[in-house]
């Protein structure tokens, strides 16, 4: 398992000028890094006493951040097991989607009906993030890795940001939480071209430009396609390293 040493999110922060984060944010953030990256393969278990020798945290917060991630889908619990990284399948992966499926088109149609200037101005900025990281990766001068996820993230959740039902869009943050680790593994190892930064500002300009039907449709296209080329691979069925 390769270690993330917690030193560098306390320094980083400092740095930046930003308070250092707590014990558990600090579990949190290198618990999840190495999950979403399969650094921690998927099933594994994550023993108390191994994460507290390997990260030098106490149980305290090493737990705080593990309920987090039971929260996100990305570990397990139970009482005779313990905590475990989450498995990955096609079975899994299929469930995450058809959840997405029904409630992303849902809060984006409610978005694209409530939305002000406030909201559209926001869904527009964080796209144009998120194809300045895509322009990179098409160049080769940066990756996959936990700055796309955010930016990726950002904008999905702008999309969706102006639904009436906070809940509605609680459960899209979680679901594409979920989704992380095979979304990862499909832009990795997808083997037929794939234009994301096309489909993302499709998205976005019929989000913003009030084209209700025709974003829903490409949103639930732009999920599917994920799923698909994760399932094309056969990746589900050895997913525990890259």
Known sequence: ??????????????????????LSEQAYRLLR???????????ERLRMEVLQREYSFSSSPLREALNRLVVEGLVTAD???????AEMSAEDLHDITAFRLVNEPAALAQSIARGDDAWAGHVIST??????????IAREEAHWNEEWTARHKNFHMALVSAADSVRLVTICSSLFDQAERYRRFSARNRVNPRDTKDEHRRLMEAAVGRQGELAVALLKEHLQRTTRNVIDLGGYQSMSAE
């Open 79 to 85: 009482d005779h097991r313990g905590f475990r990284a």
């Open 127 to 136: 796209h144009h993030q998120l194809e300045k990281i895509e322009e990179k």
């Open 33 to 43: 890094h190495q999950i979403l990256r399969r650094e921690i393969p998927p099933g």
């Open 1 to 22: 398992m390769n270690i993330v040493d917690p030193d560098t999110l306390r320094s980083s922060a400092t740095e930046r000028g930003e308070k250092a984060p707590s």
